[in-house]
């Protein structure tokens, strides 16, 4: 990534580059010592924005090297990932500068409406992960997004980032595909009804079916992962 930064020709201030804390660097000295290899990794001189990957070990003693590398000027934003309500509320009733941007599983099968209401509460910004649901529920063919997306001539994975675009979330779509990646970034020029909205509104079911972080072996699993060099 560092090598195409400086290939890439496109001034610095015009990237934005975020990177993120592993399970294992999950304390004060270990994020100080994370955010340095990955600036030097990267041949940058500060990060556009650093996010804590899980909840998980010593995130509060993390976050407070965050806080203060922040105010150093090497990390412009900070956050969480992964923090649902009761989480994120204990975390902003403790920290001193809160997080702005908190990345969570949000797509239409998944909704999480109250951690949304609870986010805009502390000004913490909402970005998905999995705006597609890892591909589940067959959502690129959905006959319910399907519809939405044909009314204004985009698809059904169109459709469905706009509709997490129109709730105030920032979407990260994943793809190795060219053609796909351009239909991503195309969902400026339509916006989705009310009644859009509610229709899609409608296909939660209320959890994930990607990861339980509730699942006591889940935790055991990231805290025994190793993040290969």
Known sequence: MGAAI?????PREELFITTKLWVQDASYEGAKKAVETSLNKLGLEYLDLYLIHQPMGDYYGAYRALEELYKDGLLR??????????VLADLCETVE??????????HPFFQQEDALKLMKEYGVQPEAWG??????????????????????GKSAAQAALRWNVQRGVVVI???THKDRMEQNMDIWDFALTDEDMQEISGLDI???????HYDPAFVKM????????
């Open 6 to 10: 400086k290939k890439c020709g496109v």
């Open 77 to 86: 934003a900070i956050g969480m990932c992964n923090c649902y309500p009761h």
């Open 97 to 106: 500068v809160i997080p702005a941007v908190n990345q969570v599983e949000l």
């Open 131 to 152: 705006p597609f649901a890892e591909g589940k529920h067959g959502i690129f063919t959905h006959s319910v997004l399907t519809k939405i997306g044909e009314k204004y």
């Open 173 to 175: 779509p994943k793809s």
């Open 206 to 212: 209320g959890h994930s079916e990607i990861v339980n």
């Open 222 to 229: 990231l805290h025994g992962r190793k993040l290969h060099e």
